[in-house]
C-alpha cells in the first residue's frame, strides 16, 4: 500500500516575486539561456492561466494521480464507506465534486480544482468515526471552495515551467506532457499552505459538519487524532501550519462561538 503522492520541496517565492514585477520578456533575460527563455515565457501563463485552464489542469493532474495510485474499486470496503458518507455531496456547497480512495498508508486527503477529492485508506483506518473522517473531507473541500487549491496549481505550473519550460505556451493546458501534468499535480497537492488558508478551511471544515447535522466538535477529535501521528506515521494534513495545537485551540473556541 505506497503511492506515488511524494512531497514536492517547492522553491518558487523568489521567481513569483520577478514575475509579479516583469513581464515575461524581462523575466526571461533574467533567467538567460534560450531554453530559460522558453521557461520564463510559459512561466509567466503560470500566472495568467483562467480559473478554466487551472480546473482543467486539476482534471488532468487527478486522472494521471489516479493511474499512479492504486484505487479502491467499488466493492472494495472503503470505496464502499466513503460512498456512503459521500452520498448527496457531490453538489456540495455549489462544487461538483467526485470521491474516490487510494488504497496507502499514509494518512491524507486532498482535493483538487476540479471538485475531485482522494481520501488515504490510511487516514480511513485512523478515523473509524465517520463525523471526524468528514470534518476532514470538510477542510479539503474547502480549499477547493475558497480558491487556495486553484492558486496552488497555478503556483506549482509556475514552478514546473521555470525548470523545464513545458510546452503549453499561451495556457494550452493540453499541450502539457503527462509527466508535467502529475509533476505538476503532485507538487500542487502536497505544498503547504498558507496560516490564513489553513485556518479558513478548518473553520469550513466545522460548518461542513453542522450543514450536514453532525457534531461540530467531531473536528477537534480528529484534529487531536492527527496531532498524536507526529512521527508515527507520514502525513501531510499537519506539516502545514499554525501548529496542530494552535489549531485545536482555534477550533474550540470557533465552536464555542458558533453556538
Same mark, same amino acid.
Given at each position: 500500500?505506497?503511492?506515488?503522492?511524494?512531497?514536492?520541496?517547492?522553491?518558487?517565492?523568489?521567481? *513569483?516575486?520577478?514575475?509579479?514585477? !516583469?513581464? #515575461?520578456?524581462?523575466?526571461?533575460?533574467?533567467?538567460?539561456?534560450? %531554453? +530559460?527563455? &522558453?521557461?520564463?515565457?510559459?512561466?509567466?501563463?503560470?500566472?495568467?492561466?483562467?480559473?478554466?485552464?487551472?480546473?482543467?489542469?486539476?482534471?488532468?493532474?487527478?486522472?494521471?494521480?489516479?493511474?499512479?495510485?492504486?484505487?479502491?474499486?467499488?466493492?472494495?470496503?472503503?470505496?464502499?464507506?466513503?460512498?456512503?458518507?459521500?452520498?448527496?455531496?457531490?453538489?456540495?456547497?455549489?462544487?461538483?465534486?467526485?470521491?474516490?480512495?487510494? *488504497?496507502?498508508?499514509?494518512?491524507? !486527503?486532498? #482535493?483538487?480544482?476540479?471538485?475531485?477529492?482522494?481520501?488515504?485508506? %490510511? +487516514?480511513? &483506518?485512523?478515523?473509524?468515526?465517520?463525523?471526524?473522517?468528514?470534518?476532514?473531507?470538510?477542510?479539503?473541500?474547502?480549499?477547493?471552495?475558497?480558491?487556495?487549491?486553484?492558486?496552488?496549481?497555478?503556483?506549482?505550473?509556475?514552478?514546473?515551467?521555470?525548470?523545464?519550460?513545458?510546452?503549453?505556451?499561451?495556457?494550452?493546458?493540453?499541450?502539457?506532457?503527462?509527466?508535467?501534468?502529475?509533476?505538476?499535480?503532485?507538487?500542487?497537492?502536497?505544498?503547504?499552505?498558507?496560516? !490564513?488558508?489553513?485556518?479558513?478551511?478548518?473553520?469550513?471544515?466545522?460548518?461542513?459538519?453542522?450543514?450536514?447535522?453532525?457534531?461540530?466538535?467531531?473536528?477537534?477529535?480528529?484534529?487531536?487524532?492527527?496531532?498524536?501521528?507526529?512521527?508515527?506515521?507520514?502525513?501531510?494534513?499537519?506539516?502545514?501550519?499554525?501548529?496542530?495545537?494552535?489549531?485545536?485551540?482555534?477550533?474550540?473556541?470557533?465552536?464555542?462561538?458558533?453556538?
Amino acid at each position: 500500500m505506497t503511492g506515488k503522492t511524494t512531497r514536492f520541496a517547492l522553491t518558487i517565492t523568489g521567481l *513569483l516575486c520577478l514575475a509579479g514585477h !516583469a513581464h #515575461a520578456g524581462k523575466l526571461a533575460d533574467l533567467l538567460g539561456s534560450q %531554453g +530559460l527563455k &522558453d521557461a520564463g515565457t510559459t512561466a509567466m501563463t503560470g500566472l495568467t492561466l483562467t480559473d478554466a485552464q487551472v480546473i482543467e489542469l486539476g482534471a488532468k493532474s487527478v486522472a494521471q494521480m489516479d493511474q499512479d495510485n492504486p484505487v479502491a474499486s467499488a466493492d472494495n470496503a472503503y470505496a464502499k464507506r466513503l460512498a456512503k458518507l459521500a452520498s448527496g455531496m457531490e453538489r456540495e456547497d455549489g462544487l461538483k465534486l467526485n470521491f474516490k480512495v487510494y *488504497l496507502v498508508k499514509d494518512v491524507n !486527503a486532498f #482535493a483538487v480544482p476540479d471538485g475531485s477529492v482522494r481520501v488515504f485508506a %490510511g +487516514l480511513m &483506518d485512523l478515523m473509524p468515526d465517520d463525523a471526524e473522517l468528514l470534518s476532514v473531507i470538510g477542510h479539503e473541500i474547502g480549499h477547493v471552495k475558497y480558491g487556495h487549491s486553484k492558486e496552488h496549481y497555478r503556483a506549482a505550473y509556475l514552478s514546473r515551467a521555470a525548470r523545464k519550460g513545458v510546452a503549453a505556451i499561451g495556457g494550452t493546458v493540453g499541450k502539457l506532457a503527462s509527466s508535467d501534468i502529475g509533476a505538476i499535480g503532485e507538487a500542487a497537492v502536497n505544498a503547504k499552505f498558507s496560516r !490564513a488558508n489553513e485556518t479558513q478551511a478548518d473553520e469550513y471544515g466545522v460548518d461542513f459538519l453542522r450543514r450536514h447535522n453532525l457534531d461540530p466538535n467531531a473536528a477537534v477529535r480528529g484534529m487531536q487524532k492527527l496531532a498524536a501521528q507526529d512521527g508515527k506515521a507520514k502525513t501531510s494534513f499537519l506539516d502545514d501550519h499554525p501548529a496542530s495545537q494552535e489549531r485545536v485551540s482555534h477550533l474550540q473556541k470557533y465552536i464555542a462561538r458558533k453556538k
